[in-house]
Each structure stands twice: as C-alpha cells, then as structure tokens.
Nanobody
Framework: QVQLVESGGGLVQTGDSLRLSCAAS?????????VGWFRQAPGKEREFVAA????????YYGDSVKGRFTISRDNGKNTVYLQMNSLKREDTAVYSC???????????????????WGQGTQVTVSS
C-alpha cells in the first residue's frame, strides 16, 4: 500500500502562484509508476493535470495547464510537487495526488489506471 498526503492548497487571487506537495509513504514506489495530479471542480468531471514518471522523471501535462504548471519529484523525500503559476479562476478545484502504473503514453491522463489516491486539497482562485 502507498499512502499519499497532499498539502499546500488554499485561497489565492488570480495571477498568484501556489505549490502543492504530495508526500508518499508505505511501500516503495516502483520506478515504472507515475505520480500525478488530477483535479475536480464542483459539477465537473475529474480532469488530468500533470504526472511524472517516478523512474526517469519525464513529465506530462493537461492542455489547460501547460506552460503554467510544473510537476517535479524528490525521490529521496518521496514527494511530488506541483508548482502552479498564473492561476486562473478556472483552476479552482480539489486537487488530488495519485500513483499508479498506466501502461502506455495515452493512458497517463486516465484516472482509472491509477491505484492510489490522496484525500485531496482545495485550491480556490478568486478574482
């Protein structure tokens, strides 16, 4: 089992920055795993935000956050970070950290391929 705990959410204004953290504990995360972030706003479907390969560090982003968000990892601390810049109101959502082993490039943005999920942290962007 892998436990994931998110932190860093909060209330910010449009254009501000925020950094989320996801601390993993429990069993060792395998190098073929991806650790990522999904978000869900009220009344909307869950949306892929970003993911990073635990082994080689390759990162992947959803179209709506490309160029604004950066995902990174610290394998020694078993922690993944999501740096969010130029925040917009539409970024308001609950952000959940996840870990799993999507088998192909096109399955990385699909939540069903991820095995472990955190409780989520609220990010609210006001104008």
């Amino acid at each position: 089992q892998v436990q994931l705990v998110e932190s860093g959410g909060g209330l910010v204004q449009t254009g501000d920055s925020l950094r989320l953290s996801c601390a993993a504990s429990g069993r060792t995360i395998s190098n073929y795993y991806f650790v990522g972030w999904f978000r869900q706003a009220p009344g909307k479907e869950r949306e892929f935000v970003a993911a990073i390969s635990w082994g080689d560090g390759n990162s992947y982003y959803g179209d709506s956050v490309k160029g604004r968000f950066t995902i990174s990892r610290d394998n020694g601390k078993n922690t993944v970070y999501l740096q969010m810049n130029s925040l917009k109101r539409e970024d308001t959502a609950v952000y959940s950290c996840t870990a799993g082993a999507p088998p192909r490039r096109d399955t990385i943005p699909v939540g069903g391929w991820y095995e472990y999920w955190g409780q989520g942290t609220q990010v609210t962007v006001s104008s």
